[in-house]
């Protein structure tokens, strides 16, 4: 068993011509460390604009973790959120939508969710348009979407969603959730599944994505792929960084029942294996859908509620990656410990990349 324990130590990558590329069509490029304030103002993205942002918060199970609730870096990654979409100084990101992919908590108790949905509140105070979805440290995991009540659901079901203009419906139970969100002069459908999906969920979902047969799919769940090791050295050395992943026995039932022959769906997003990792499948139409894990619950103070950000660029049919912690960023450097330092933003070919997508055809 590798040992979990190890987190990268690799040098900085250089900035690429596609990451600055973004940047300066964002107004970003020469941005240094984000100052962080309260958050004000409502959530106003351009719905217009070629470039685009989508955040995506994994695995926060270690902030919320019994009597240990540390919602801080939480609400430090909604802010920068929230200033991300505003246009505030040089976080100007054009942030369209944040998707959380499970494991909020350790232990799905009603005392860790009470405080967690209280960080919550802060997007919904905004009006920021988000999705979650349970993991399986946040409900029975021996379940699927047909469990009943949970504090999960109590907490972050669909009830949540109710005054959201994104938010358009939900799977009989709750746990599963679709939204639609504007971006680049169209609309794009994010999906939130559930972390065992059931025959039901995998139903709802494929009818969902028959009633909007023109929209770009986004299919978020807290499990679909897992790493696949190629050397003794854990955690990145191994194999090519944009093929290091694999399907688990689970991920291969949500391929053949609802990616597969869904050609709309192009991106799959999930946490709870690290470390992160990243693979591409054909299919059934021929197309290729990227498949990302992203997790760093490993990482230093429980990952600090990490975000990627995957900057959409339809002028250049490139989406660039990118992975920060804003709640580290917020602290000056000076002030940052060695663990702290290194974490603030990772740069590990797994972690900072860019992908090829034609839109159009697509």
């Known amino acids: 068993m590798p040992d979990q324990d190890r987190y990268d130590r690799s040098n900085p990558a250089p900035e690429g011509p596609a990451r600055r590329s973004f940047l300066q069509a964002a107004g970003l490029a020469g941005a240094g460390a984000v100052a962080l304030g309260a958050g004000s103002g409502r959530w106003a993205p351009d719905p217009d604009s070629l470039q685009f942002t989508v955040a995506v918060m994994p695995d926060t199970q270690f902030l919320y973790f019994d009597r240990s609730l540390k919602p801080e870096p939480q609400v430090a990654s909604f802010r920068y959120i929230l200033d991300g979409a505003n246009n505030f100084g040089d976080n100007s990101q054009n942030i369209v939508f944040m998707a959380h992919l499970g494991d909020i908590t350790e232990d799905g108790l009603a005392s860790e ?43 972050m079901g669909p009830q949540r969603f109710a005054n959201s203009p994104t938010f358009i419906g939900a799977s009989p139970g709750g746990y ?32 969902v994505i028959k009633e909007h047969p023109h ?47 869904n050609n709309q769906i192009f991106l799959t997003l999930n946490g709870h294996y690290w470390p992160p ?20 619950q490993n990482r230093y ?29 917020d602290q000056p450097a000076e002030q940052r410990n060695e663990l702290a330092a290194e974490q603030a933003r990772i740069t590990t070919p797994t972690d900072y990349f860019s992908v090829s997508i034609n839109f159009a055809e697509r």
């Not at 769940?221 to 194999?239: C, L, N, Q, R």
């Not at 103070?301 to 960023?329: C, K, Q, S």
């Open 277 to 296: 990792g990243r693979l591409t499948m054909k299919n059934a139409a021929g197309n290729d859908v990227y498949i990302h894990i992203t997790n760093y």
């Open 301 to 329: 103070y429980g990952g600090a509620a990490m975000i990627r950000l995957y900057h959409f660029d339809l002028a250049r049919n490139t989406i660039d990656v990118e992975t920060l912690a804003p709640w580290i960023l």
């Open 176 to 207: 599963n959730t679709a939204h639609i969100f504007a971006a680049a002069g169209m609309k794009w459908l994010l999906l939130a599944m559930d972390w065992r999906t059931s025959s039901i969920g995998f139903a709802w979902a494929n009818k």
């Open 215 to 261: 929209l770009p799919v986004i299919l978020t769940t807290h499990e679909i792929a897992g790493p696949t090791y190629s050397d003794d050295v854990y955690p990145y050395k191994y194999g090519d960084p944009s093929n290091n992943a694999s399907l688990s026995s689970y991920g291969q039932q949500v391929w053949d029942g609802l990616i597969n022959d």
């Open 113 to 155: 969710f009470a405080v967690a949905g209280k960080a919550f509140d802060f997007l919904d105070a905004h009006g920021v348009a988000y999705s979650v979805l349970a993991g399986n440290h946040d409900v029975n995991s021996s379940t699927d979407d047909q469990r009943g009540p949970t504090p999960y659901l109590d907490t």
